[in-house]
Nanobody
């Protein structure tokens, strides 16, 4: 059974940077969608970045484009989210997640959230102004 474990997070001032790692194990297939979601108490969980590990295509929502970078290190079995130029509105609980399988060419950002079956435990990111 796939498992995701998160670390990192914390508090930073606006304009600062953070990197979130998410280590994973237990996958039967090499290709999957892996993504970062975030959630605040007053909003539904939203996807912010995703990567297809088969074709390595990255995709981002408009609010983080140019500031966040998702990457996948298969040798280290780790997914990363590099966050730069952080804003107070980026404050949220961040979750890594993955599907169990994906085909090369499949979109990962816009797929049904229910297809993301494995989830990390979440890590808090707080950006102060």
């Amino acid at each position: 059974q796939p498992a995701l474990a998160q670390s990192g997070g914390g508090s930073v001032q606006a304009g600062g940077s953070l990197r979130l790692p998410c280590s994973y194990s237990g996958y039967r297939h090499n290709y999957r969608c892996m993504a970062w979601f975030r959630q605040t108490p007053d909003k539904e969980r939203e996807i912010v970045a995703a990567i297809n590990t088969g074709d390595r295509v990255e995709s981002y929502v408009d609010s983080v484009k140019g500031r966040f970078t998702i990457s996948h290190d298969s040798a280290e079995s780790t997914l990363y989210l590099e966050m730069r130029s952080l804003k107070p509105e980026d404050t949220a609980m961040y979750y890594c997640a993955s599907t169990f399988f994906v085909n090369i060419g499949d979109a990962c950002l816009t797929r049904d959230r229910d297809t993301y079956k494995a989830w990390g435990q979440g890590t808090q990111v707080t950006v102060s102004s």
